[in-house]
């Protein structure tokens, strides 16, 4: 598996990509290069492995899910260790888990792509580009920590601010296009008094929609190792600010490569689908006090899924209690969701403050009585 490593043709140093320009900036010389600038940079062998790598013209979806199940049942029987890679830039030995596709250096700090897991079948269709750069993530990360009152002092430490890392995590995202029908009954409710009666007037509709739904990005994390919550508590994204994908986005940012495939989410994406669908629907019918559905039918005439990277911005804390924290922001929009944790000395101190100025003014006021 190549290992890449992105230089700089002024000096030779690193080329990290940088969010708030959204070019290639050297770390070393300060030079700024476009992706197009980067394009033509690029090794030759690297542009073609990146370009026919991809699964085969007339591969079907169905054929692709099937080579992977196959795949996956292979790999679960091996041992879960590391993997070995080398450094291009100093020859240390880079160690990876399975579903790494970017990293750092441990000796040089040099970013390295690891091209073949993000080529082949494993080749994403699209990648978001980080718009919010370290600087700006940290500073939103300490603004979100310090509003929560009882967070532990160790979690505005050096070391800990520090471990907020840009990540690009893999997700699927599918657009479907839908034919629809439902059955309804619906109800209007007038409610009148006349001297000293009460008078109600229910009158009953049948009511039917019929039409064609269409839905835009499903998304579903991709990846089995991430937490849920951490993974799509920053949904959603712009998707039209989304490009074409190129390694060279993942230079000075981790990234992790899927490893749940299309058929893995079908059954959880069509739920979703059928549920969207229905409320669509639903809302076509308005001007009822009360609607209760007797019977949607959906027929799905297309589907287009999409393997796409996102970017995030993620923090972990573990506690005292052993329980692990995490902390998440969008690294396009800047959505945050966190889980953090609470101090109960800082609990205690407070409710004992409050016990106590309590009872002071309870003593003060059966003393002036």
């Given at each position: ?78 041992q ?6 080398r ?17 750092f250096?441990?000796?040089c ?113 991709a990846l ?42 079908q ?32 027929h799905?005439?297309?589907?287009n ?11 972990t ?30 609990v205690?101190?407070?409710g ?18």
């Open positions: 598996m190549a290992v890449i490593s992105y230089k700089c043709p002024n000096c030779d140093g690193e080329l990290v990509f940088h969010p708030a320009t959204q070019k290639y900036k050297c770390e070393y010389c300060a030079s700024a290069f476009s992706q197009e600038e980067l394009a033509q940079l690029q090794p030759a062998a690297e542009e073609e492995q990146m370009l026919h790598e991809p699964q085969q013209e007339g591969t079907s979806w169905q054929q692709e899910n099937e080579q992977y199940t196959e795949q996956r049942v292979v790999e679960a029987h091996r879960e260790e590391g993997v070995m890679y450094c291009p830039s100093c020859g240390a030995e880079i160690v990876t888990d399975q579903t790494t596709a970017a990293t250096c441990y000796y700090h040099n970013p390295v792509v690891l091209s073949g897991r993000v080529s082949g079948e494993f080749l994403p269709h699209k990648i978001i580009p980080f718009s919010i750069d370290k600087e700006q993530a940290t500073k939103k990360f300490l603004e979100y920590a310090h509003s929560k009152k009882f967070v532990p002092k160790a979690f505005f430490n050096k070391q800990q601010i520090e471990k907020i890392s840009g990540v690009y995590f893999p997700y699927w995202m599918a657009d479907m296009d839908m034919k629809g029908s439902l059955q309804a009954e619906g109800k209007n409710l007038r409610v009148w008094r006349s001297g000293d009666t009460e008078y109600t007037e229910t009158k009953i509709y049948h009511v039917e929609r019929r039409g064609n739904i269409h839905l835009e990005d499903i998304t579903k994390n089995k190792k991430n937490s849920l919550k951490l993974a799509e508590g920053v949904l959603p994204y712009d998707v039209s600010r989304g490009k074409e994908f190129h390694m060279g986005y993942l230079s000075g940012f981790l990234a992790e490569k899927r490893d749940l495939g299309r058929n893995d989410l059954a959880e994406v069509m739920e979703d689908a059928k549920e969207f669908a229905q409320k669509l629907l639903r809302d076509t019918a308005g001007g009822y006090t009360h609607l209760s559905v007797n019977n949607c039918q959906l799905t005439e297309r589907e899924w999409d393997y796409i990277m996102l970017p995030v911005w993620t923090v804390y573990k506690g005292r209690n052993g329980k692990m924290y995490y902390y998440s922001m969008n690294g396009q929009n800047g959505k945050i969701y966190g889980e953090l944790p609470v101090d109960g000395a800082k205690w101190i407070l004992s403050i409050i016990f106590v100025v309590v009872l002071l003014l309870g003593l003060l006021g059966g003393w002036m009585l």
